[in-house]
């Protein structure tokens, strides 16, 4: 190992240090590995491949932190659970669900075979027992997709950008585009987005992992409850055409508190002392828009909603 070390040193090599070249690297190598080999493997495997997939991310993540010299400490960052913190996982989360909700019906209404998509996806989850499967759906990339995006591709990128925006477009992306889902990449952009947010706010991968696990494990017990991993396609079609404008106008309704369910999770990541140090102004105008686009959205939803019952036919 001396001898390689020193024939580096005297051809005035280096090794490959972490930041945005590495990070785009290891994103096009694991979109390669998932596209021609883990595909395969869910192919031919179920959910065992699921379960390779899931481990293949760690593998990735952790043999990539080695060769450009990335401490684990400092892409797997675990600090203290603080109260605020935690409960502000939760809201964000809570007001990011909606949101997605919203922007997936609307995508569906113009693209509705991505429901069939959705079905066959829970007919896949579905071979599996329920608690194993959930385990795989929801703890597994908690933490395995989490390590390789928030921990390894995110903190490589922060090496070089200070934009926080910045870095939450560019992983918000990435994360749509890991999912390799047409149907669902704007709503997988919007979470990877929030992800990194939290990752950038309280620098605890810990808040990462807790939000992962939650939406992940809420939706797949959503689909359980709601008896959608037994629904055909032909009922999935039904559903587009008769239900889908309907259930639009209802969650713009009820998914007017988004905006302040986003600054509420925003506001108790940071803390009080941190909202102080942003001053007033930025706080003040923080809420007036919020409160402007719970307005829009509800008035939309309200309009959308008197339009189809006037429309109805009788």
Same mark, same amino acid.
């Given at each position: 190992? +001396? ?12 090794? /490959?240090?972490?930041? /945005?070249?590495?990070?785009? +690297? *290891? ?6 590995? $998932?596209?021609?080999? #883990? $595909?395969?493997?869910? @192919? ?13 991310? *760690? +593998? ?16 797997? /960052? ?13 809201? !964000? ?36 027992? +329920? !608690? ?37 477009? %560019? ?11 047409? @149907? ?9 987005? %929030?992800?990194? @947010?939290?990752? !950038?706010?309280?620098?605890? &991968?810990?808040?990462?992992? #807790? ?7 809420? $939706?797949?017990?959503? $689909? ?20 889908? /404008?309907?259930? #639009? ?34 706080? =003040?105008?923080?809420? !007036? ?6 307005? =829009?959205?509800? *008035?939309?939803?309200?309009?959308? &909603? ?9």
């Amino acid at each position: 190992m +001396v001898h390689i070390m020193n024939e580096w040193n005297e051809n005035e090599q280096k090794f /490959p240090k972490p930041g /945005p070249v590495a990070a785009i +690297v *290891v994103m096009l190598l694991e979109l390669g590995i $998932s596209f021609y080999v #883990l $595909s395969a493997a869910q @192919y031919y495997l179920g959910m065992w491949g699921m379960v390779i997939t899931e481990l293949a991310f *760690v +593998v990735i993540s952790l043999g990539a932190a080695w060769v450009v010299g990335l401490n684990i400490k400092e892409m797997l /960052p675990f600090k203290r659970i603080r109260v605020n913190e935690f409960f502000g996982t939760i809201v !964000i989360w809570a007001g990011a669900l909606l949101l997605v909700l919203i922007v997936n019906l609307i995508f569906f209404y113009f693209f509705p075979e991505g429901l069939e998509v959705n079905v066959n996806i829970n007919a896949f989850i579905n071979s599996w027992p +329920v !608690i194993p499967a959930l385990f795989v759906v929801a703890v597994m990339p908690a933490v395995c997709e989490e390590m390789l995006h928030r921990g390894f591709i995110q903190r490589c990128f922060m090496k070089k950008i200070k934009s926080k925006m910045l870095i939450c477009i %560019i992983m918000g992306l990435l994360f749509g585009l890991f999912h390799m889902d047409f @149907y669902r990449f704007i709503g997988t952009a919007i979470l990877g987005g %929030i992800l990194s @947010y939290i990752l !950038i706010t309280t620098d605890n &991968f810990f808040y990462n992992m #807790l939000f992962h696990f939650v939406n992940n494990f809420f $939706s797949q017990m959503l $689909s359980i409850i709601a008896g959608n991993m037994t629904d055909t396609i032909d009922t999935a079609e039904a559903l587009t055409r008769d239900t889908i /404008p309907f259930a #639009l106008a209802s969650y713009l309704i009820i998914g007017c508190v988004t905006p302040f369910l986003l600054l509420g999770g925003s506001m108790l990541l940071k803390g009080l002392k941190r909202i102080k140090a942003e001053g007033t102004v930025k706080l =003040v105008v923080s809420v !007036i828009i919020a409160g402007a686009v719970t307005a =829009v959205m509800f *008035v939309a939803g309200v309009i959308m &909603f008197v339009s189809l019952e006037i429309n109805a036919p009788a």
